[in-house]
């Protein structure tokens, strides 16, 4: 991992419009408000939140899969936002997306080697045979058998279309790979498969990622950095060891807490914080610190001004007035 | 399998029985369920050869990747798995009485009255043409004598219950009228509404985020202690177990694996398929690690192995193992596998010393 920044985005606005209850009329729910945040080269940031809070969004801006509403994206020095799709077709090869669900995401009428070869063919690759020779590599490289390349998605089972889905991703020899909950799907004995074939990826391919989910767990096994939203922003951010162990946002702290444990005896229990009611509806937002109704510490404060995502420490940032454990 | 705690003859076949006696007698019993699905596949044999057993207010846990067979078998022992496809035998009785192919008119008096159940999907779970207070005073109604009037009265206790705001306006509302974790309480309110004996409760928090887990898995435990109910839970989140549990079954292709004390199977597993489960899911707590992974893909239901089920998949195997194992075991902690208590010990100290060094590395 380098200090160099691969990717920056800056201040990233998504507003979606929303037909409302009453005719004629439409409101807006702003889906990411105001995310700002660096990817290094060869590190994983990992990204969590609870569903709803704006977390895929927020991957689909970044890699322009999705126009921005405001702010910028810039990729290896290079400002995205506001190019044609003609100039950002090239760049587009240097980011790829690995999806959630490996049954959505895969056409189910193409043999598989058909899919992970589009990229190859739309970017003009090469021959035919350079690119099956490629297709079988690549089959190589993710743990699958080259010889099933004519055969089609559904004979295969969660966990090899997830594969499939990475060979697809790895084609063009990205720099960086968004994966949006790419484990999720799968049961824990597979989704351990596919979480250390990332990481054997990575390593060998020096490929930067930018990790999304909601479990926790998964997120601290992979990230280098992690941050935390809520409710379209993003609340703290920070590397991944300290964070998890002393984290600075209250809504961190509960949302760690709140993880069952397995209790193998070794180390003593987190206190519970249980956090009451729900997550807010993202169109009707608190004043001040979206958190506030739910903050086990808030004051007067908390609900008038929005706290500003400030560094706090040395790589260490959270938007909160009252951060925990920072004595 | 028969537990050591349980070692009253059933000799006792009365309806009510005596209070000292109820609490020796364990609430569910399950013999040996067996059920399959003639497909055009061919035979699924979906559960095959489960036993266990279900005390009073015991949380029962268990736990299994898709397809195992924990949901099944939870819903063919309630009857509610018919159709001419499917063959289930065993013997299953509740408080001593054979449940297993009672005539649906009985069935149904058990089934909402002393057993209930919690589905995964608390959207699914509830018709969206209808009030959620029409829908729990529907089931108060269908098992008692309660009036309209008395049955409303106690849907709106039984939504304040579960922690609902303000449940006499809430109770008008429609099921889309309420977030994930508020329709999961609704689906708990109607699950108690009867007092239910035994709650089963499927994948209970598996659609719900962290935060609303946490309130649910306390709303169930607080409940518990107030009803007096048991619980059987079926998850696949081994934290979840963790949290709820005294006892865990771990199933594997059909069958249990291993079943023990929670402290036991998580502490000291014993089933090679448990080691994997265990150590294949990242921690909140533990440092960055390459995890455990499990070679291969969970069976196929239509090809489950001649032997050991895990056999193909296990680092362990041996001659053993083309012949299925039983479940064997001291008091309350049974495993099916062929390796012998040392070698376990052995093999496991020496993956948790390799894990450990990785760690610290």
Redesign the interface.
Known sequence: MSDEVLLRATDIVKNFTLRSKKLGQRSIVQAVAGVSLEVRRGETLGIVG??GCGKSTLARCLVQLMPVTSGTVEFNGTKLTGLSRRRLRPHRREMQLVFQDPYASLNPRRRVGDIVAEPLRINKYGDDQRIKERVEELFRIVGLDPASVNRYPHEF?G??RQRIGIARALSLNPSLVVADEPVSAL???????V??LM?DLQRELALTYVFIA?????V???SDRVGVMYLGELVELGD??TL?ERPLHPYTE???S????????T?PKRE?I???G??PDPSDKPSGCPFHPRCPVATELCTTTKPALVELTAGRSVACHYPRHST | MRSSTSSTPFSIREFDLPDETASTQPLLEVDDLRVSFATRGGVVQAVDGLSLQVGRREVVGIVGESGSGKSVAMYSLLGLVRDSNVTITGRVRFEGRDILGLPDQEMRSIRGHDIAMIFQDPMTALTPVYNVGWQIAEQIRAHGTATKQQARTRAIELLGEVGIPDPARRIDQYPHEFSGGMRQRVVIAMALSCNPKLLIADEPTTALDVTTQAQILDLMSTLQDSYNSSIVIITHDMGVISEMADRVVVMYAGRPAEIGAKRDVIRSPRHPYTWGLLGAVPRVESKRSRLVTIPGTPVSPLDVPAGCAFGPRCDYRFDACSERPALRGDGGHQDACWLDERQKVAIRQRVESSIGSENAS
């Open positions: 609870e569903s089972s966990g090899q049961d824990v004995s597979v989704q351990a498969q979480l250390n990481a909601h479990d926790l767990g998964v601290r096994h992979v991944a060891e998890y509960a949302l760690l709140v993880v069952p444990e397995l209790d193998d005896g180390r519970r249980v956090l009451t729900d997550v």
